[in-house]
């Protein structure tokens, strides 16, 4: 028998893992700044993850053979959530600073209920508060683009939220799916082998849409993409995962409404990055969708769970 955990040390694992997510945003730029393109940033990124996830796993060995199944939810996250979804991000934050990728992506917890409504109808129907929720939460991604501080050219601000979005999408699959499907599945060999399907992945791609890699791999460089690929990526994932075995997808999704305060914060203390009133406005429009659409989400927390 399982024994229960604590709901203070769900609530410590948490936000430990909106901390290594809201600052991942801020490392993405300094990669980014430092010369690497989105592809091979993130296939640095990853391929340093699996390596920490290999190296704990040949130490475990936890005593589990994957079904069909369980291969199949491996594969999808490795590809989805943890190749695309960063490639995708790292195009975005290309054309946006830290903080205002990190509202966008906020958005997240309103994808997933819209696509839990979708792919999993009976335990998540879409209802009448969703749906107003959702138009909420995207009417604060519209707020942000009619903007004339985002970008001196509209297009380019428009192609930034764009890929964020479509890193949003792909990332929300995968959650749902893993939910439905993939609750027996050991977050270890989960981790293990999404990683190293991203990687298999992203290498030959990044050389595809890259080429061999020009930049050059500076302290700074190196630094970013260690912190990334172990603490963002291995232990931020592995936690996540962990804790969503523990609680509902809707409420581990409701980190989004504090990722972006870590990601503002530390943009502005490292980077002098800038937001204005229709940013803040825009955030606060996505956070109440957030919260309208999980209105009936809401619960006491039990021991063991959130």
Known sequence: MTPKVSAAYLYFLYLINVFFFGSSWMFNKMVL???????????????????????????????????????????????????????????????????????????????????????????????LMKFLGSIIGFSGIIFIFYSKNTSDTASVSLSGILLVLLAVFVNAVPNVLIK????????????????????????????????????????????????LGIFCSAVAFFIYFYLLRKISVFKMSLSAYLTPLVAILLGYVFFDEKLFINHYIGMLLIMAGIFISGIKHAGKAKAGTL
């Not at 990683?195 to 970013?224: D, N, Q, T």
């Open 33 to 127: 700044n430092e010369g690497a393109g989105p592809v091979w940033a993130a296939t640095l990124r990853q391929s340093i993850a699996a390596l920490a996830f290999l190296l704990v796993f040949l130490f475990r060995r936890p005593g589990v053979r994957p079904s069909r199944r369980d291969i199949l939810l491996i594969s999808i996250y490795g590809i989805s959530m943890l190749a695309l979804a960063h490639v995708f991000s790292f195009m975005g934050q290309q054309y946006l600073n830290s903080g205002l990728a990190s509202i966008i992506f906020s958005i997240f917890p309103i994808m997933v209920l819209l696509i839990s409504g979708i792919l999993m109808p009976r335990r998540e129907p879409l209802t």
């Open 180 to 227: 439905r499907d993939g609750g027996n599945i050991d977050p270890l060999l989960l981790n293990t082998g999404g990683m190293l399907v991203a990687v298999l992945f992203l290498i030959p791609f990044a050389f595809i849409a890259e080429g061999v890699p020009h930049f050059a791999l500076s302290p700074k460089l190196l630094l970013a993409e260690l912190y």
